[in-house]
């Protein structure tokens, strides 16, 4: 699945921290975002921290071998290290040791341990991707919601423009005798009203533009321009392409909240067999190397001479083979088994959840995008008639046969019609685009 817009954060080739782009873009928030969330480096911590667990529990299948050495004065009486028999004098002793050893049969315990933790760790990464992925589709919400606002306020802006020409014409017409002055006190309050919904829309953009600076983690005292696509030039799949069973079938192979969960499946299926080889013996090889010196010894001579050669006397070397046999141990084994198997049960029915789930917002965003293209539709013939009317109540208006009141109710009702046919257009866009998602498409404009 091209989650490339989740993966920028982890594979380094993107370096938006050191400078910020002039004009933002869909894909520069998007990178931005997800490089700079506290959410997403908590969970790259969470995931790091994973993966030390399963280098940890892979090395504990290694053999291991440990130095020990220790050096003192031994008062009383005491074993002489170089005689082993009872001595009551003071002597110096130094004794050296080597040993370790390995595990060759645990029923698969250290191995099952070590590919739980290895699972457990790709599932940390997956919900890295998931938090990602969230983000992502926050900032597209964002970033429709400044794009359609910054097409209101166009609106807005033509219309004041309308009736300013409007005013002109009456104005001079009323110089003329052609029309009263109440026709022009009329459109002076429109012209007014107009003004006011202008600027009602400005902060409209700017209040979008500060929701969006803060999911970026933006200095709020900073330019922010986004580059503003009309809508009317997003590319869009076609609902064709867009099934519900289809994108599910693809969405259920390539999220990474699926696989997060279908990780943790097979991580708790290793650590039932884990917990069960608690029930069966286990066969470890030891070895052990160990050397002692006391200035006791007759082979005292010189310093150097002495202990070296009481150290190579006193030599010795050992290997052998231990079995360990589980009789009675509290019934920890047993409960730690029937634990691990509840535990198995839990994440099982979460994968489950999460593909039902899965589902159903798949299923339920279709509904809605063929909600929001029914509304569409709808909107795009209340503008056109509304248009029509329009053009028509002016004309009307030119020659008066029409009052000031009834042209203006027609311009608002046109006016509203433009406004709501915008967004129901982003409506649509931000419901193909969620498919697209869903789907395995990246987040693009």
Same mark, same amino acid.
Not at 69 to 89: A, E
Not at 174 to 182: F, Q, R, S, Y
Not at 196 to 225: C, G, H, R, W
Not at 237 to 250: E, G
């Given at each position: 699945?091209?989650?490339?817009?989740?993966?920028?954060?982890?594979?380094?080739?993107?370096?938006?921290?050191?400078? %910020?782009?002039?004009?933002?873009?869909?894909?520069?928030?998007?990178?931005?975002?997800?490089?700079?969330?506290?959410?997403?480096?908590?969970?790259?911590?969470?995931?790091?921290?994973?993966?030390?667990?399963?280098?940890?529990?892979?090395?504990?299948?290694?053999?291991?071998?440990?130095?020990?050495?220790?050096?003192?004065?031994?008062?009383?009486?005491?074993?002489? *290290?170089?005689?082993?028999?009872?001595?009551?004098?003071?002597?110096?002793?130094?004794?050296?040791?080597?040993?370790?050893?390995?595990?060759?049969?645990?029923?698969?315990?250290?191995?099952?341990?070590?590919?739980? $933790?290895?699972?457990?760790?790709?599932?940390?990464?997956?919900?890295?991707?998931?938090?990602?992925?969230?983000?992502?589709?926050?900032?597209? $919400?964002?970033?429709?919601?400044?794009?359609?606002?910054?097409?209101? =306020?166009?609106?807005?802006?033509?219309?004041?423009?309308?009736?300013?020409?409007?005013?002109?014409?009456?104005?001079?017409?009323?110089?003329?005798?052609?029309? +009263?002055?109440?026709?022009?006190? %009329?459109?002076?309050?429109?012209?007014?009203?107009? =003004?006011?919904?202008?600027?009602?829309?400005?902060? $409209?953009?700017?209040?979008?533009? #500060?929701?969006?600076?803060?999911?970026?983690?933006?200095?709020?005292?900073? *330019?922010?321009?986004?580059?503003?696509? +009309?809508?009317?030039?997003?590319?869009?799949?076609?609902?064709?392409?867009?099934? +519900?069973?289809?994108?599910?079938?693809?969405?259920?192979?390539?999220? *990474?909240?699926?696989?997060?969960?279908?990780?943790?499946?097979?991580?708790?299926?290793?650590? $039932?067999?884990?917990?069960?080889?608690?029930?069966? +013996?286990?066969?470890?090889?030891?070895?052990?190397?160990?050397?002692?010196?006391?200035?006791?010894?007759?082979?005292?001579?010189?310093?150097?001479?002495?202990?070296?050669?009481?150290?190579?006397?006193?030599?010795?070397?050992?290997?052998?083979?231990?079995?360990?046999? *589980?009789?009675?141990?509290?019934?920890?084994?047993? #409960?730690?088994?029937?634990? =691990?198997?509840?535990? #198995?049960?839990?994440?099982?029915?979460?994968?489950?959840?999460?593909?039902?789930?899965?589902?159903?917002?798949?299923? @339920?965003? /279709?509904?809605?995008?063929?909600?929001?293209?029914?509304?569409?539709?709808?909107?795009?013939?209340?503008?056109? @008639?509304?248009?029509?009317?329009?053009?028509?109540?002016?004309?009307? /208006?030119?020659?008066?046969?029409?009052?000031?009141?009834? #042209?203006?109710?027609?311009?608002?009702?046109?006016?509203?019609?433009?406004?709501?046919?915008?967004?129901?257009?982003?409506? /649509?866009?931000?419901?193909?685009?969620?498919?697209?998602?869903?789907?395995?498409?990246?987040?693009?404009?």
């Amino acid at each position: 699945m091209k989650y490339l817009f989740s993966l920028l954060l982890f594979c380094g080739a993107i370096s938006l921290q050191a400078q %910020e782009p002039a004009q933002w873009d869909l894909k520069s928030c998007v990178e931005y975002a997800i490089q700079h969330n506290i959410s997403v480096q908590q969970a790259d911590v969470s995931a790091r921290l994973a993966k030390l667990q399963a280098q940890l529990a892979n090395s504990n299948r290694l053999p291991t071998i440990n130095g020990s050495t220790g050096m003192g004065m031994r008062f009383g009486r005491s074993i002489d *290290p170089t005689t082993n028999g009872f001595s009551s004098t003071q002597f110096l002793y130094n004794n050296f040791g080597l040993n370790g050893g390995v595990q060759i049969f645990n029923a698969g315990k250290l191995k099952n341990n070590a590919e739980a $933790t290895s699972l457990s760790w790709y599932a940390s990464e997956a919900d890295k991707l998931t938090i990602a992925n969230d983000i992502s589709l926050n900032v597209a $919400t964002y970033y429709l919601q400044i794009l359609s606002a910054i097409e209101q =306020s166009e609106i807005a802006k033509i219309q004041i423009q309308q009736t300013r020409e409007q005013l002109i014409a009456t104005g001079k017409r009323v110089e003329v005798g052609l029309l +009263p002055e109440l026709n022009l006190l %009329e459109l002076e309050t429109q012209l007014a009203n107009d =003004s006011s919904s202008y600027i009602s829309a400005i902060s $409209t953009v700017q209040q979008s533009k #500060l929701n969006m600076m803060a999911l970026l983690n933006l200095d709020a005292a900073k *330019p922010f321009e986004i580059i503003a696509q +009309p809508v009317d030039q997003i590319k869009l799949q076609a609902f064709a392409d867009l099934q +519900p069973d289809y994108v599910f079938n693809l969405a259920s192979q390539n999220m *990474p909240n699926v696989k997060a969960a279908t990780l943790r499946v097979r991580a708790a299926e290793k650590n $039932t067999l884990a917990a069960k080889a608690g029930f069966y +013996p286990t066969l470890s090889f030891g070895y052990n190397l160990t050397s002692n010196f006391s200035n006791q010894s007759k082979d005292w001579g010189t310093v150097w001479n002495g202990w070296n050669t009481q150290v190579s006397n006193n030599f010795g070397q050992n290997v052998g083979l231990q079995m360990s046999i *589980p009789l009675f141990n509290g019934n920890q084994s047993k #409960l730690n088994y029937q634990q =691990s198997k509840l535990n #198995l049960s839990n994440v099982m029915l979460q994968a489950d959840n999460t593909h039902l789930k899965l589902k159903q917002d798949i299923y @339920s965003s /279709y509904t809605n995008a063929i909600v929001a293209y029914n509304k569409l539709n709808a909107a795009q013939k209340a503008l056109n @008639s509304s248009e029509k009317t329009y053009q028509f109540a002016t004309k009307r /208006y030119d020659l008066g046969l029409l009052g000031t009141i009834e #042209l203006l109710n027609n311009q608002n009702n046109y006016l509203k019609a433009k406004v709501n046919f915008k967004t129901a257009q982003y409506e /649509y866009v931000f419901r193909i685009k969620l498919l697209e998602f869903y789907k395995g498409e990246a987040l693009t404009l």
